[in-house]
């Protein structure tokens, strides 16, 4: 993701910030075609990319820097979900899963989201997806989107069904509804329900963010009262 984040922004403009902190979340602050933006992206080489307490923690506190100074946020998409477990329950998943989600509703600047490779479970809405109110919602062609990965959503919700089966023929059965999940789990399903605006060729992405800008580029920006993102408890 890092180096994804630096190759979409301008060239040396890129700071990340709290490198050494949730690192399964990249944020920082760039520049696109001179635009400043916000960058928040899942890291899929620390935890899968997965959103767990810090991460939650540290994308809030992006948001909340970048609405008090009017950048928009752009989202980077690559999440299995939410971690789950006793653990991360007790560091309060639930309570920073849930505001996440309201500040993502609170801000006053824009927002636009690309899901490069999966967007699952409520880590979806969660990372701009869908229902968020972004600008700009897109996805790279070889993107998943759905409830769970195709073969863990087969294995938790048929296990049974599949041990009583002879073994090679549960795993024909197997291979098959993977195959029939998958299906529902393409872009271009989502771009067909609505769920996203349009599938991009990976090579435009810069194109798309920047054109979206330009177009959000004068917008009324609302007085500091009426922002309340802007003044938000970060801990």
């Given at each position: 993701m890092r180096r994804f984040n630096?190759?979409?922004?301008?060239?040396?403009?890129?700071?990340?910030?709290?490198?050494?902190?949730?690192?399964?979340?990249t944020t920082g602050l760039g520049k696109l075609d001179g635009f400043s933006v916000g960058i928040i992206g899942n890291n899929?080489?620390?935890?899968?990319?997965?959103?767990?307490?810090?991460?939650?923690?540290?994308?809030?506190?992006?948001?909340?820097?970048?609405?008090?100074?009017?950048?928009?946020?752009?989202?980077?998409?690559?999440?299995?979900?939410?971690?789950?477990?006793k653990a991360v329950e007790h560091n309060r998943i639930l309570a920073l899963a849930i505001r996440f989600v309201e500040?993502?509703?609170?801000?006053?600047?824009?927002?636009?989201?690309?899901?490069l490779r999966k967007g699952f479970g409520l880590a979806y809405p969660a990372m701009n997806g869908s229902g968020l109110g972004s600008?700009?919602?897109?996805?790279?062609?070889?993107?998943?989107?759905?409830f769970m990965d195709?073969?863990?959503?087969?294995?938790?919700?048929?296990?049974?069904?599949?041990?009583?089966?002879?073994?090679?023929?549960?795993?024909?059965?197997?291979?098959?509804?993977?195959?029939?999940?998958?299906?529902?789990?393409?872009?271009?399903?989502?771009?067909?329900?609505?769920r996203i605006d349009e599938v991009i060729d990976p090579a435009d992405t810069r194109r798309v963010l920047v054109n979206d800008l330009r177009q959000l580029d004068g917008r009324r920006v609302p007085a500091p009262e009426d922002r309340p993102l802007s003044y938000w408890p970060t801990v």
């Open positions: 630096a190759a979409l922004c301008d060239p040396g403009s890129f700071m990340e910030l709290q490198p050494g902190y949730a690192r399964n979340l899929p080489m620390f935890n899968a990319g997965v959103l767990d307490p810090d991460s939650c923690r540290k994308a809030i506190r992006l948001m909340c820097l970048c609405d008090a100074f009017n950048l928009p946020v752009i989202f980077l998409m690559d999440v299995p979900g939410f971690m789950v477990g500040a993502l509703g609170n801000m006053s600047t824009p927002t636009l989201t690309v899901v600008s700009g919602l897109y996805s790279w062609p070889g993107a998943e989107i759905g195709p073969q863990v959503g087969v294995n938790v919700a048929y296990s049974a069904r599949l041990d009583q089966m002879d073994p090679k023929e549960a795993e024909i059965e197997r291979d098959r509804m993977i195959s029939e999940i998958s299906l529902a789990t393409s872009p271009y399903e989502a771009a067909g329900t609505l």
